[in-house]
Structures are given as C-alpha cells and as structure tokens.
C-alpha cells in the first residue's frame, strides 16, 4: 500500500506561517498531480491547491495569494507555504497524489493520500 508522508502542521497565531511537506515513496510509484486537500469539522472535504507535474498550479478562492504550492520531482515530495493564516483556515490538512504503482508484476493507476497533518488557526 502506497503511503504519503507528511508534516509540518502545528498550532500558529492568525496572519502567522506554516509549511507542510508531503512525500511519496521513492521507488515503485510514478506520479503526476499532487495536491493538498483540508477538511474541516462537520465541513466537506475540500480542494485548497493542486500542481501538475510540469510546475501548472490552481488554488480555491479562499486561498488564493496567501497560500503557494509547490514541487521538487527529484523527492516526489510537494509542499504547501501558507502565509497570512486566518481561523477558517483550521482544518486537517491532507496530502493527494495521482499515479502508478507496481503491485506483483503488475502496474496499477492510483490515487494516494496522506496521514493527515492539523493546522489550528487562533485569532
């Protein structure tokens, strides 16, 4: 089973920073599209970033020139810069990657998450 490893939530003031890193594994997973989800209590899952592999990046509205997501392709390992932090920003934060892997002899598309990483927001 594929897993994602990431890190970097914490508690943190409003208007203050975090970064969150995400990584795949090294060996025996392709990627493409990797992104950050977060969910709220009681809330949908939503979409907060997203970034193909050439570097082309979209955002949800409520994020957009706050937050930047990024990649090194060489890691398999996206991050996720999170500037000037309001209080509906807390949520928990999740890694998402699009792919293959090889399981056996064969090689199988997929769709990987991570652990899940809390950012708390206080005013």
């Known amino acids: 089973q594929v897993q994602l490893v990431e890190s970097g939530g914490g508690l943190v003031q409003a208007g203050g920073s975090l970064r969150l890193s995400c990584a795949a594994p090294?060996?025996?997973?392709?990627?493409?599209?990797m992104g950050w989800y977060r969910q709220a209590p009681g809330k949908q899952r939503e979409l907060v970033a997203r970034?193909?592999?050439?570097?082309?990046?979209n955002y949800a509205d409520s994020v957009k020139g706050r937050f930047t997501i990024s990649r090194d392709n060489a890691k398999n390992t996206v991050y996720l810069q999170m500037n000037s932090l309001k209080p509906e920003d807390t949520a928990v934060y999740y890694c998402?990657?699009?792919?293959?892997?090889?399981?056996?002899?064969?090689?199988?598309?997929?769709?990987?998450w991570g652990q899940g990483t809390q950012v708390t927001v206080s005013a």
């Open positions: 998402n990657a699009e792919g293959f892997h090889t399981s056996g002899d064969y090689v199988l598309p997929g769709n990987y």
């Open positions: 970034i193909t592999r050439s570097g082309n990046t």
């Open positions: 090294g060996s025996g997973v392709s990627i493409n599209d």
